[in-house]
């Protein structure tokens, strides 16, 4: 029986590959990009992907993949890199793979509050999700994703039906079978009309995945070590500081502060800082510093971060892997109220894994079990301590006393001067914050009554 199942999905396979061939590719190969033609021939779990999302049918499959192939060479997908993205897009947090579910499942988060409706920016943030599906489909080969819905402090800006069924549209026709779930989190009830559109779209089969929760019961699905804060969870997502509209301005910025004072270049991984980690700076009190691996192999490589002080340090990611010519930023920060000692070691593990390895907690759990020594790159790193310079109260005084009497009265009348200005500032603030709120409230409440009577009339 199982022979004969073989038997019939390897000849659908062959049907597939041969009338793609004769019937779309001889005439409209200018539509293609070449990579993925040739890739349909060789790879037989992507033609089964196809088939099995259209219920073996052949002509449905070829369709679909005449479909997806367009779409892919618009999108110049297989051309995709970090470099393609806005440097601020990738670092606002709003889109980004990270964590596992209950079942095993990669998470695909979409924090929807940092999107808001804009045709300036659609197409990158369309590239972001292709970037990151392509990234893990070829990384992965085939394992499901979850994706997590995140719709908690969102607005009616950040409502874009475009971008929503792009998204869908990715797992329905660019990467079928991937798609495990999609957990929906807090979702306003201003939403509820949008999403039995959005229901409609998916199709009765992909209904069904449709999970929604709330803090109470999201962890029926993830758990807490991969969810956020304001989810319940443990990860601190550290919050962006800046708006999209000042993005080239930031972007240059964070360049310049990121840029490596010396670099370390080993046979698998350049590191930076080459030799020691700056915890502090003079120009901040942030205790943390951050250590950039940089990928010079063609492989994959799986890298561990070890200290001689596990209980006084926290790193993330300590047990990761970095895809060939990528970066991976880690992050070093001592746990609240311990001191950092110039005592403290770090041990940078690296060795090169198989491309058909996955890549999964515990792949990389066996990986490390059973690679040999030999194979193993390894580089330490010392820490160093950067004292803040702060003006003493002392050195104040001093400077007070060297004033004449007029001097410091005047000085006195404007800082009561200018305190008053800044409570009248305040109050302004406040009353448009205020007007603002009411205005929203308004606005909400006039959609809802036009949704509901809407439904009503045509229901």
């Not at 999905?9 to 993925?36: G, H, M, N, P």
């Not at 192939?69 to 889109?95: C, H, Y």
């Not at 079942?103 to 940092?114: D, T």
Request: hydrophobic share 40%; aromatic share 10%.
């Amino acid at each position: 029986m199982a022979e004969c199942q073989a038997q019939n999905k390897a000849k659908l396979i062959s049907d597939v590959r041969r009338r793609f061939e004769a019937e779309y590719v001889t005439d409209k190969s200018d539509k293609y990009d070449l990579r993925d033609v040739e890739r349909l021939q060789q790879d037989d779990n992507w033609v089964e992907s196809y088939l099995c999302w259209r219920h073996n049918v052949v002509d449905e499959t070829l369709k679909m993949l005449d479909e997806s192939f367009q779409w892919r060479k618009e999108m110049s997908v297989n051309d995709l890199t970090e470099a393609s993205i806005p440097r601020w897009l990738l670092e606002i947090g709003g889109i980004y793979l990270h964590g596992y579910d209950k079942e095993g499942n990669k998470l695909f988060w979409i924090r929807v509050k940092y999107h808001i409706k804009d045709q300036k920016t659609i197409m990158d943030k369309k590239k972001l999700i292709a970037f990151w599906l392509e990234r893990y489909a070829k990384r992965e080969n085939g394992k499901p994703v979850t994706v997590m819905f995140d719709l908690s402090e969102t607005g009616i800006n950040s409502i874009d039906m475009d971008f929503v069924r792009f998204i869908i549209n990715c797992f329905k026709v660019y990467y079928p079978k991937y798609l495990s779930k999609m957990v929906i989190f807090d979702m306003p009830w201003i939403m509820n009309a949008a999403f039995k559109i959005v229901k409609s779209w998916l199709g009765p089969e992909a209904v069904s995945l449709l999970k929604f929760t709330s803090k109470n019961d999201v962890q029926d699905y993830v758990s807490v070590e991969y969810l956020p804060l304001h989810m319940g969870g443990t990860v601190n997502i550290i919050e962006p500081t800046f708006k999209a509209e000042e993005n080239e301005k930031v972007d240059s910025k964070m360049k310049a502060f990121k840029k490596p004072l010396s670099v370390f270049k080993g046979a698998l991984l350049n590191i930076s800082p080459a030799e020691e980690l700056y915890f502090g700076s003079t120009e901040s009190e942030e205790k943390k510093a951050l250590i950039t691996l940089t990928n010079v192999t063609k492989n994959i490589v799986a890298f561990k971060v070890r200290t001689t002080a596990p209980e006084k340090y926290r790193v993330k990611p300590s047990n990761s892997s970095c895809d060939p010519g990528a970066s991976v930023d880690i992050v070093v920060s001592p746990h609240g109220g311990l001191t950092v000692s110039a005592q403290d070691r770090f041990l940078i593990m690296a060795a090169e894994m198989e491309q058909s390895s996955g890549t999964g907690p515990a792949e990389l759990t066996q990986f490390w079990k059973e690679v040999p020594r030999n194979k193993v790159m390894e580089h330490r790193l010392r820490c160093h301590i950067v004292e803040s310079i702060k003006p003493t109260t002392l050195t104040l005084k001093h400077h007070a006393f060297n004033m004449s009497d007029k001097t410091s009265e005047e000085l006195y009348l404007q800082l009561n001067r200018l305190l008053e200005s800044n409570r009248k500032l305040e109050d302004q603030v406040q009353h448009c914050i205020w007007f603002q709120q009411w205005l929203l409230s308004l606005t909400v409440v006039s959609l809802a009554f036009v949704i509901s009577l809407f439904y009503l009339l045509y229901s």
